[in-house]
């Protein structure tokens, strides 16, 4: 084997050993009871609750649940506690996740990632400030993650408020291993970005990876729709993804979110739904098993 190809396997198999698999709360957005943000009103016999998704997350082998802000999550201390003990008697990893950089706001989730064991944070920006002011803001909280070794991965969401280089020159200025990008894969297509271009310049950064498809389609005279797909049946070339981020040689778990329309009736959402989570880990397990 030539030399550079035999170093670049061996970088790619330490970061398959370090990585694990694993769900945001995103990938069952219906299950959860739909997203309000957009004006979902999904409405089903009973919505899975955190404690519901880490069963699944176990049920499905996978090792990660990132339980993001589209999911009710506010519980007294002692349920954060018992979420703790649950996921830890199944082998699962809780992550968070929330939106915005109010004090009030990452304060108060510092502290249930204490009570959840939780070791990382994602957010992101909900309103654009200039770029300097952002990274200073970040830069104020280092002190509080490193005295509770909680890791904030910043992502590139879907409200396109900065660009992916953006980001990366934030996280150059503050320059500290606590500190990183959480990349999805298809948030940055709203700024024209290409999903290759997002995922080169933000891995030197990474410490999350959402992992999830998409098509693009002229649906109308006025002009071309974005949305989503199973893993693998999209536009996205997952293995040419999956080749880059392995390349970075960072610590981060690939997590599963899905764009999926909802269907005629709850029911047959909630089918398709999970059908398309295990066609998508179905595909993303044999991708990864060929590399």
Same mark, same amino acid.
Request: glycine letters at 6%.
């Given at each position: 084997?030539?030399?550079?190809?035999?170093?670049?396997?061996?970088?790619?198999?330490?970061?398959?050993?370090?990585?694990?698999?694993?769900?945001?709360?995103?990938?069952?957005?219906?299950?959860?009871?739909?997203d309000?943000?957009?004006?979902?009103?999904?409405?089903?016999?009973?919505?899975?609750?955190?404690?519901?998704?880490?069963?699944?997350?176990?049920?499905?082998?996978? +090792?990660?649940?990132?339980?993001? +802000?589209?999911?009710?999550?506010?519980?007294?201390?002692e349920?954060?506690?018992?979420?703790?003990?649950?996921?830890?008697?199944? &082998?699962?990893?809780? +992550?968070?996740?929330?939106?915005?950089?109010?004090?009030?706001?990452?304060?108060?989730?510092?502290?249930?990632?204490?009570?959840?064991?939780?070791?990382?944070?994602?957010?992101?920006?909900?309103?654009?400030?200039?770029?300097?002011?952002?990274?200073e803001?970040?830069?104020?909280?280092?002190?509080?993650?490193?005295?509770?070794?909680?890791?904030?991965?910043?992502?590139?969401?879907?409200?396109c408020?900065?660009?992916?280089?953006?980001?990366?020159?934030?996280?150059?200025?503050?320059?500290?291993?606590?500190?990183?990008?959480?990349?999805?894969?298809?948030?940055?297509?709203?700024?024209?970005?290409?999903?290759? +271009?997002?995922?080169?310049?933000?891995?030197?950064?990474?410490?999350?990876?959402?992992?999830?498809?998409?098509?693009?389609?002229?649906?109308?005279? &006025? &002009?071309?729709?974005?949305?989503?797909?199973?893993?693998?049946? &999209?536009?996205?070339?997952?293995?040419?993804v999956?080749?880059?981020?392995?390349?970075?040689?960072?610590?981060?778990?690939?997590?599963?979110?899905?764009?999926?329309?909802?269907?005629?009736?709850?029911?047959?959402?909630?089918?398709?739904?999970?059908?398309?989570?295990?066609?998508?880990?179905?595909?993303?397990r044999?991708?990864?098993?060929?590399?």
């Open positions: 084997m030539d030399r550079n190809l035999s170093v670049l396997h061996e970088v790619c198999l330490r970061s398959v050993e370090r990585m694990k698999l694993g769900l945001t709360t995103y990938t069952y957005r219906w299950a959860v009871g739909g309000p943000r957009f004006g979902d009103e999904f409405k089903s016999a009973g919505p899975l609750t955190v404690f519901d998704l880490v069963d699944k997350t176990c049920d499905l082998g996978l +090792e990660v649940l990132q339980i993001c +802000e589209n999911i009710e999550f506010d519980m007294s201390t349920d954060y506690k018992r979420l703790r003990r649950a996921a830890e008697e199944k &082998g699962i990893t809780v +992550e968070l996740g929330t939106a915005g950089f109010q004090s009030s706001i990452l304060k108060k989730y510092f502290k249930i990632a204490q009570l959840t064991g939780s070791s990382l944070l994602r957010v992101y920006p909900v309103k654009r400030e200039p770029l300097d002011k952002l990274t803001r970040i830069k104020n909280f280092v002190p509080a993650l490193r005295e509770q070794v909680l890791t904030l991965a910043i992502e590139n969401s879907s409200l408020l900065y660009s992916s280089r953006e980001l990366a020159e934030m996280f150059k200025q503050i320059d500290d291993p606590l500190v990183g990008a959480c990349i999805d894969t298809v948030n940055s297509v709203g700024l024209l970005e290409r999903p290759l +271009e997002t995922v080169e310049t933000l891995a030197p950064y990474v410490v999350s990876f959402h992992l999830k498809d998409f098509r693009v389609e002229r649906r109308s005279v &006025g &002009g071309f729709t974005v949305f989503g797909t199973p893993l693998g049946q &999209g536009m996205l070339d997952v293995r040419a999956l080749n880059i981020i392995m390349r970075a040689n960072r610590d981060f778990n690939i997590l599963l979110e899905q764009w999926m329309d909802r269907k005629g009736s709850g029911e047959e959402t909630l089918e398709e739904e999970e059908r398309w989570v295990k066609n998508s880990l179905r595909f993303l044999s991708v990864l098993h060929a590399t």
